[in-house]
Every structure is written in C-alpha cells, then in structure tokens.
C-alpha cells in the first residue's frame, strides 16, 4: 500500500467515526503511519482531503443501488430484488455511511453541490432507462405504474433507515431477532418484500 493510498484509508475511518468538524488530521496521520508534513504534500488540507473521501463515498452508495439496473439479460423484479439486497448489503458493510451522508450535507450545506452533481447523473444516465423498463413492463401487466424516481426513493428509503437509525434499533429491535445478523437478515427480507408488493399486480 502506497503511503497516499494509507492516508485515505486513515482518513476514511476517521472521518466515517467522527465527521468533517471533529476529525483530527493528527489522528488520521498516525493511523496512516506518516508525518503532517507527508499528508500536506499529497492532500494540502483536511478539507480537500475529506472531499476526496466524501465523493469516493457518494459514487459507491449511488453505484451499489444501480448495478443491477444495468443488466439487460435480467427480468426487471429480479433486478429490483437484487438491487435492494445489494444496497442492504453496502450498507451493513458501511454502517455509518447513511449518518456521515445525512449529517454532512445537513451541517455543511455547500456538500450539496456535489451531492447534486451526482444526482444529474443518476438523472441522464440512469433514471430514463429504469422508466422505459418501467414503461414496458406496465404495458406488458407485470407490474404497476411508479416513476422511476419513486421506485429509487422507496428502495433508499426503507435499507437507509434501518442503517440511520441502527442505535435507536438496538434498544428494542434487534432483541426480537436474537442478534443482529438475524435482525439484518430478517429487514433484508422485509425491505425486498415491501417494494416487490408495491411493483406487482395483484393479479400476477
């Protein structure tokens, strides 16, 4: 590992636990093995050095929600299904991503602009082919009508606040299951359970 590749990962961690305000880049140079001075001459400061880690985190949450979406050998609820548990499943491996997102574009609103950009992305190069297969598999009666937008916000929705609201979850829910793999597993399933019920015609 390359000492820029070491203080990325430092950083990523430090700032995962503790937020833009409250990391210390002496934290993050001692986790990573090397001097202020090493982390200056690659990163100049702890802001640019978060953006880079704030984007890397962004492009994985935005792509582990559309990797299925691209697979065009695929029945599209099988696609949605697999989509949903990839995400899940992202997000049990990123814990405190939903909360690090949530809180940075709350307290830092110029983060905005970058959440936006990628956003637009999603916007052109996702989101109209998700409505054509929409489209076709209403006119084929397979599924509901939904827009593509909706079907994104209510997959986001349901895996994001079982990960968001984890600590308040452990007081009485996670109990029921036992331990939480039980728990994580049992809210997978519900989660592809509640948006496959919302795409599906009763009648098929």
């Known amino acids: 590992m390359t000492k820029e590749q070491a203080i990325l990962e430092a950083a990523?961690?430090?700032?995962?636990d503790n937020g833009f305000e409250a990391a210390k880049t002496?934290?993050?140079c001692k986790l990573a093995g090397v001097t202020h001075a090493m982390l200056h001459y690659y990163?100049?400061?702890?802001?640019?050095?978060?953006?880079?880690?704030f984007e890397k985190k962004i492009n994985l949450?935005?792509?582990?929600?559309?990797?299925?979406?691209?697979?065009?050998?695929?029945?599209?609820?099988?696609?949605?299904?697999?989509?949903?548990?990839?995400h899940f499943d992202f997000l049990r491996a990123n814990a405190n991503l939903p909360r690090f997102?949530?809180?940075e574009l709350i307290f830092k609103p110029k983060r905005l602009d970058l959440f936006k950009e990628k956003i637009h992305i999603i916007g052109t190069n996702v989101l109209s082919r998700i409505s054509q297969e929409i489209e076709r598999e209403v006119k084929q009666g397979t599924i509901n009508p939904i827009e593509s937008v909706d079907l994104l916000l209510n997959i986001a929705s349901v895996n994001v606040f079982v990960f968001a609201t984890m600590p308040l979850?452990?007081?009485?829910?996670?109990?029921?299951?036992?331990?939480?793999?039980?728990?994580?597993?049992?809210?997978?399933?519900?989660?592809v359970e509640i948006i496959l019920r919302r795409l599906k015609r009763i009648d098929n």
């Open 26 to 28: 002496t934290r993050i």
């Open 43 to 53: 990163y100049r400061t702890k802001e640019n050095l978060f953006e880079k880690i």
């Open 101 to 103: 997102v949530i809180n």
């Open 61 to 86: 949450l935005k792509d582990s929600l559309f990797v299925f979406m691209d697979k065009s050998d695929m029945p599209f609820l099988e696609k949605v299904q697999r989509s949903i548990e990839l």
């Open 169 to 191: 979850l452990r007081a009485f829910a996670v109990e029921v299951y036992g331990n939480e793999n039980a728990f994580f597993e049992a809210r997978k399933r519900e989660n």
């Open 12 to 16: 990523e961690q430090e700032f995962l």
